[in-house]
């Protein structure tokens, strides 16, 4: 096995993380009754789970093995509505850092196919990076008073946005 297969793998536990991550996040802020915040973040976990699902129909597209690692609980106790996002955006930082390494993986194998499929994951890394720095932005600006950010959320949505190019397939999709 390739180390890039071995690496993807991986992915796919650091995106399902990702996912749980973001579901105890959007959780918090659903109990905080705070439902913009909480509809980011819902729709930020099921976008890392199609990431995963992504990675798993390459995967099978070329003949690879699959493995569907477990993963540890996400952090669910949150001091204020800022550390949510602020472990986002470290969270975002780690996948672009693990992206990055993927792609340097697939270059030195000459792998051109692996590369080709990780230059859509490495653009989408811009735009979550951006959005979850903004986001802090937004969040520690209102800290104190968290409505202004559900009111700025609802007249500003970002996030979400179309990495360019054509996303990959998505395995039971």
């Not at 975002?92 to 697939?106: I, P």
């Not at 937004?138 to 949505?157: K, S």
């Amino acid at each position: 096995m390739s180390r890039l297969i071995e690496q993807l793998n991986e992915q796919i536990a650091h995106e399902y993380s990702a996912h749980q991550q973001y579901v105890a996040a959007a959780v918090f802020y659903d109990t905080q009754a705070l439902p913009e915040l909480a509809g980011f973040f819902y729709r930020q976990a099921v976008e890392e789970r199609t990431h995963a699902m992504m990675i798993v129909r390459y995967l099978i597209d070329i003949d690879a093995a699959v493995t569907i690692p477990g993963i540890a609980a996400p952090k669910t106790d949150f001091a204020d509505v800022v550390e949510p996002v602020a472990l986002s955006l470290e969270q975002e930082r780690r996948v672009s850092e693990q992206f990055d390494e993927l792609a340097e993986t697939a270059a030195s194998e000459k792998d051109h196919k692996g590369l080709n499929f990780l230059q859509w994951f490495l653009k989408e890394q811009v735009e979550e990076v951006a959005t979850m720095s903004h986001l802090l932005t937004v969040v520690e600006r209102g800290r104190d008073q968290p409505l202004l950010i559900e009111d700025f959320l609802a007249r500003n949505p970002f996030g979400g946005g179309d990495a360019g190019g054509a996303q990959p397939a998505v395995a039971g999709g």
